[in-house]
C-alpha cells in the first residue's frame, strides 16, 4: 500500500528548526517564543499582518542579528550566533524586501557575483590563468546563462540592471541567489510592487524552483501567491505564532481569519 501524502510529509527531513525564539528591542518583543520545521523539499510561507514580526524573523534565521534566547538549526547543525557569511556558506540564503542588485553591472554579470560561495580563486589565479581558472570559467558562463534561462532573462543578459522593470530585477535577484546553490532559499516579500502578471511570474519561478530541489521558506502579504504556491504556512501575529497548517487548513482557521484575513475566507 502507497504512503498516504500525510504519511510521506510526517518523515520529510527537517531542513530548517527555528526553536523557541524570542527577539527583543528594548522593551519591544518583535518575536515571542516562536517554533516551527522547515522540511526538505517544501515550500513554507510565514504570514502576518504588518509589523507582526517576520521580517525579524528572517533576520534571525539569517543572522542578521541572534535570538535574544531560543535557538535556529539548519541542515540538523546549530547555527544560533553564526555570522551572515558563515551561514550562507552552510547553503542558507536570502533575497531581501528591497530589490539589492548591482544596477551598473549587467544581468549576467549579477548572476555571475553571485557564484562567490562555489568558486575559487585568488591574484595567481587572475594573473596567470592556469587551466583550471580557465574551465572555471567557461563553467561560469554556462551555468550563468541556464540561471538566466531558468528565471526567463536570457534576452536581457547584457542589459544594465538598473534598466529592467522592478519584476524582472525581483527574478534576477533569485537567479543571482541560485548561483550560490542554496539548499534553503528565504524569500523576504518578493512579490512586493510587482503587477498580476509579474506575481504570476514569480510564482511559476518557486514553483520550479521546488522541482529543482531547493527549500524554499517565504515571507509574503500577497495571499493569491501564498495559497498557490505554499505547501505548509505558518502564521504570526503580535510577534506569536498564532496557527500553522495546510493552505487549505488556514484559509478556515478563525484566529487567522480574525488576525489578519479581515474575518472572510481569502481567494485561492
Do not use: C
Not at 15 to 29: H, R
Not at 86 to 99: E, F, M, N, P, S
Amino acid at each position: 500500500m502507497s504512503a498516504s501524502p500525510t504519511m510521506n510529509a510526517s518523515v520529510a527531513k527537517s531542513l530548517l528548526s527555528v526553536k523557541n525564539v524570542t527577539m527583543k528591542f528594548g522593551g519591544l518583543v518583535a518575536n515571542d517564543d516562536i517554533s516551527f520545521e522547515v522540511a526538505e523539499g517544501s515550500i513554507h510561507a510565514v504570514i502576518g499582518p504588518n509589523g507582526a514580526g517576520k521580517t525579524t524573523l528572517f533576520n534571525v534565521i539569517s543572522g542578521f542579528f541572534p535570538p535574544t534566547s531560543g535557538a535556529v538549526e539548519f541542515d540538523s547543525q546549530p547555527i544560533t550566533g553564526l555570522p551572515q557569511h558563515a551561514i550562507a556558506q552552510a547553503g542558507l540564503v536570502r533575497t531581501y524586501q528591497l530589490v539589492q542588485l548591482f544596477k551598473d553591472l549587467t544581468v549576467a554579470e549579477n548572476v555571475r557575483v553571485g557564484f562567490h560561495r562555489v568558486t575559487k580563486g585568488g591574484i595567481a589565479a587572475a594573473l596567470f590563468r592556469p587551466g583550471w581558472a580557465k574551465a572555471q570559467e567557461a563553467d561560469l558562463t554556462r551555468r550563468t546563462a541556464e540561471l538566466l534561462n531558468f528565471v526567463g532573462l536570457t534576452a536581457q543578459a547584457e542589459m544594465k540592471a538598473e534598466v529592467l522593470p522592478y519584476g524582472q530585477q525581483r527574478l534576477l535577484e533569485v537567479a543571482r541567489a541560485l548561483a550560490a546553490e542554496p539548499k534553503l532559499l528565504l524569500l523576504d516579500e518578493p512579490a512586493a510592487g510587482l503587477n498580476v502578471q509579474e506575481t504570476d511570474q514569480l510564482a511559476a519561478t518557486i514553483e520550479k524552483l521546488s522541482a529543482r530541489g531547493v527549500t524554499v521558506l517565504l515571507v509574503e502579504h500577497d495571499m493569491s501567491l501564498v495559497m498557490r504556491v505554499a505547501r505548509r504556512i505558518s502564521v504570526i501575529d503580535f510577534g506569536r505564532k498564532i496557527a500553522e497548517g495546510t493552505p487549505a487548513e488556514i484559509k478556515t482557521n478563525p484566529d487567522v481569519l480574525a488576525a489578519y484575513l479581515g474575518g472572510t475566507e481569502t481567494d485561492a
